[in-house]
């Protein structure tokens, strides 16, 4: 990846966040649960609940959407379609606001003309593999959507990639936080959101670890 490697990857610095994030996790779980139970059967409702929840963060609302389908709160089509839609108008959001940075003059001397023009052409012939790595790891999101709108990727590619990451990515970890939502349901019943907050907490903490050994790997290989 060269340099790239870096500029793309290089937002989080791999720096774990503090602790109350973590421990916000269980009362953002709780408070998306709440608002779900609130627009009751309103389909409408219920998407943009779910809609505005991936914004927040996007993983915790997909187990906590499955669950509400585990439960009967939620049907299934809308709150797959939902968290499609969320999903990816929040991956476009972040190409836009680096495509935006453009249009201040500081921003765009940050990096020289030319090697705007060869990040441009190396983030095209790798778009989809590059959308995929970002999409499986947690936190690579903001640096290298924000990057490829800075660098102005060609958007069509980049929605195309995010659709089919989303769709991999998003479905596989809906279903199998059915199954789990199923299984907690029988086994801890009332307990049952209090093991799903475990378990975002523990999504988000492997993530965190995941972003930080990626960004590690990356600094050695750019290294002189």
């Keep these: 990846m060269g340099s790239k490697g ?3 990857s290089g937002g989080s610095r791999g720096a774990a966040p503090p602790w109350p994030y973590f421990l916000s996790t269980p009362m953002l779980t709780a408070d998306f649960a709440h608002l779900l139970s609130r627009v009751g059967g309103s389909d409408a ?8 929840g991936t914004f927040v963060l996007e993983d915790a609302a997909t187990l906590l959407a499955a ?3 585990a439960t009967g709160g939620v049907a299934l089509f809308v709150a797959l379609g939902a968290l499609y839609v969320g999903i990816v108008a929040g991956d476009v959001g972040l190409y836009g606001l680096g495509r935006l940075s453009l249009e201040n003059a500081w921003a765009r001397r940050l990096v020289p ?5 060869l ?3 190396w983030a095209t012939q790798r778009m ?3 959308v995929l790595v970002t999409r499986f790891v947690p936190g690579l999101r903001l640096p ?3 990057t490829l709108g800075y660098l102005r990727a060609p958007l069509g590619r980049f929605a195309a990639s995010a659709i089919v990451a989303t769709l991999l990515w998003t479905t596989g970890l809906f279903f199998l936080s059915l ?7 029988h086994y801890l019943g009332i307990w049952r959101w209090a093991g799903l907050a475990v378990f975002c907490v523990l999504l988000v903490v492997v993530g965190r670890l995941a972003t930080r050994l990626y960004n590690n790997a990356t600094h050695k290989r750019t290294s002189p």
Excluded: F, H, S
């Design 113 to 117: 003309a030319r090697r705007q023009e």
């Design 144 to 146: 290298t959507y924000t």
């Design 179 to 185: 199954k789990l939502g199923l299984v907690m349901m």
């Design 128 to 130: 989809l593999p590059l």
């Design 6 to 8: 870096t500029a793309l």
């Design 45 to 52: 409702g219920q998407v943009a609940v779910i809609v505005l």
């Design 67 to 69: 669950m509400q389908v």
């Design 119 to 121: 990040g441009r052409e």
